[in-house]
């Protein structure tokens, strides 16, 4: 594979992106939402969630593990927990719909929590969770996904990545967005099948206890049946939960945003105690490179340039003039 | 220090415990609470959180910084949160107190996220979330404490430890209790000033994140007066958050804690990969200390003894025959 990587701008992007799964029988809404978030995830660097999965979902529409054309339903059972019912919608469909009414309930009864059962790839989970502060909440998540992370004692791949995301308002900072989508372990899925990652029983643990919370009260349990012969249990599927808390709840928001300022400037203007002078808060560093790739395009290897040329080409969809 | 330990059976540290609370002015509820919940962390092997504790809370006692008679007040703001106003009580009281709201209020809304505005010294905080658990409810908290831990760039200790913790019930198997109160370090408070153990970005991120949550909702910030100049800005004191999960909201509890026992069990049956045969849960090393140290006793160091029985007859507090 060629390592020559080509500058491409973020709007052209988003509309060859679109205009992909718009040919692959997505809505126009849901084609639009993908892209976004697969763009999101490129312009802050974390190019293993961004456009290069257009092949991985398209691969999952064609094998029906993903439905490009979902029915989602959203079962409210009482004041303060929803469970969305994604009918295998791809992952920014079905987690933007979840972060959705989270955020309306907790407008009512100040915090939410909304299940996902059996999405599809959801990409890098503080899209929602930002989402959320965007509309000055806190915003959380967790995702619960295939087996891709060794377990202390246990050989090959027994427990998923499973990130898990929060994000805060700030006044005249950056929102804070802790995302350990990619902090976790680097895109597992990247590395050859015999480099296991493992993190220790701290690091398991948590993952494991993740997936109890998302998938047993999604009903949709991963870990088990992928370690089981049950026909379909390793089928490609994710489960998540998605939380929004309304601060004024709590404090008046703009004495949170203050409280959220005044910390990261009290640590800023600490000794600086090396040479790393570059200090950095959750989520700034994905803020200086949507900086710089806003202006100078999202760098893209040009081999996955032929390939999405090649998937728009064999699906009808239009490539933008300037793509090249 | 003597290195030698003695063993002491659990109910006599607990009624020695209680002794000494109540003569230092503690309600025998409340006296009770924290006996139980430090004996609870020694008999589960995290003795940094146990009755060595004792001489601690009686220094913040009398320092003003900790109130053994404190007004806790409960401020219901709408339906599924509430702020739990400490008055600088003892963690375990303040947390428990949080905790049985919580579970209160998630019988009626699902769901309840109790915010608790300065304690201190909350302890093992599985003690709390395992509550939950134990009443069949999905149980989780935070802790925002007083800064230990160094922060990639800066010199000194930024920010604290800030534990997690999560109790998920099961059916046949013992609870699944995460609690990094001891996983992210190993009490640096015990450790000499010098050593800062830092986590890199990916803990140090996830505790100030925990930070601004906990303190930020309860109106309370640690980190941002730590590091000013304000009176009083480094007076111990710490937050929380504690939520429960009514699970019945989303799933049959008998199902969710067979889909526990599955997940356990399918790990449990995977080929062993190294030496390492005595896989673990999180939840499962602390239940295999409690069992033993049920029978054999709490073992404690002699110079803990003498200390504690100097500070039981300072106080006039009864020291139970069969202490030593």
């Known amino acids: 594979m060629s390592t020559t990587r080509v500058r491409v701008q973020e709007q052209t992007l988003r509309v060859l992106a679109g205009n992909i799964f718009v040919a692959a029988g997505c809505s126009l809404e849901h084609a ?52 969305v019912d994604a009918d295998s919608a791809p992952g920014p469909v079905a ?46 998540g ?51 099948p015999s480099v296991i990652p493992s993190h220790g029983i701290g690091g398991a643990g948590t993952s494991l206890v993740l997936e109890l919370l998302a998938s047993g009260l999604a009903s949709n349990p991963i ?28 404090v008046a928001p703009e004495e949170f945003m203050a409280t959220v300022d005044d910390t990261l400037e009290a640590i800023n203007r600490l000794p600086v105690a090396d040479s790393t002078t570059d200090i950095s808060y959750p989520g700034e560093p994905g803020v200086r490179t949507l900086q710089e790739r806003r202006v100078d395009g999202i760098p893209l290897h040009v081999q996955l340039l032929d390939d999405l040329e090649t998937a728009a080409d064999k699906l009808g969809a239009d490539v933008p003039s300037d793509f090249r």
Chains 1, 2 share one sequence.
């Open 32 to 83: 639009d939402l993908i892209a976004d978030a697969l763009v999101w995830a490129n312009l802050r660097g974390f190019d293993a969630h961004g456009v290069s999965r257009i092949l991985r979902y398209l691969e999952l529409f064609d094998s029906g593990e993903s439905n490009p054309a979902p029915d989602i339903t959203v079962d409210q059972t009482r004041s303060a927990v929803a469970i």
């Open 223 to 250: 870990v088990s049946r992928f370690h089981s012969d049950k026909p379909g249990g390793r089928r490609h599927r994710q489960n998540a939960v998605l939380m929004a808390v309304d601060i004024s709840a709590f």
């Open 95 to 140: 987690l933007s719909t979840a972060m959705d009414h989270a955020m309306s309930l907790a407008r009512t009864v100040d915090i939410a929590w909304v299940s996902v059962r059996g999405t599809v790839h959801t990409g890098a989970l503080g899209y929602y969770t930002a989402r959320a502060a965007d509309y000055g909440m806190a915003g959380m």
């Open 142 to 192: 967790i995702v619960a996904g295939m087996p891709t992370l060794g377990y202390p004692g246990r050989g090959g791949a027994v427990v998923g990545t499973n990130p898990l995301s929060v994000a805060l308002p700030a006044g005249k900072h950056q929102t804070v967005l802790l995302d350990t989508t990619t902090d976790f372990s680097a895109a597992p899925e990247l590395l050859p």
